[in-house]
Nanobody, 122 residues
Framework: VQLQASGGGLVQAGGSLRLSCAAS??????MGWFRQAPGKEREFVSRILWSYTSTYYSDSVKGRFTISRDNAKNMVYLQMNSLRPEDTAVYYCAAQSADSKRYTSDLMYDYWGQGTQVTVSS
């Protein structure tokens, strides 16, 4: 079982990036994105349920980020628009093998990708 995140990079404030997460080995009930900025704890960004289109976002990204998934390809995406310098972080995709009904705690996620760096310049 593996999660592979990609799509990070350097972008100017106001720009956009699209992160991808490829899941291999199985499908997951819940897929999510977290991020960790230097010197800060890892924080929840967004999640999507695998069986139907239910999404949830942190207040800090709501209205700017969109999570989506392609079940046929076993992929999850995070479209990030109107990026701000405070969005700079390493972004991780994560997965729950069973829906814990708790989505914002990283302790509830069983599998993690390697992280992809997003840097937003001002």
């Amino acid at each position: 079982v593996q999660l592979q995140a990609s799509g990070g990079g350097l972008v100017q404030a106001g720009g956009s990036l699209r992160l991808s997460c490829a899941a291999s080995g199985r499908t997951f009930s819940v897929m999510g994105w977290f991020r960790q900025a230097p010197g800060k704890e890892r924080e929840f960004v967004s999640r999507i349920l695998w069986s139907y289109t239910s999404t949830y976002y942190s207040d800090s990204v709501k209205g700017r980020f969109t999570i989506s998934r392609d079940n046929a390809k076993n992929m999850v995406y995070l479209q990030m628009n109107s990026l701000r310098p405070e969005d700079t972080a390493v972004y991780y995709c994560a997965a729950q093998s069973a829906d814990s009904k708790r989505y914002t705690s990283d302790l509830m996620y069983d599998y993690w990708g390697q992280g992809t760096q997003v840097t937003v310049s001002s």
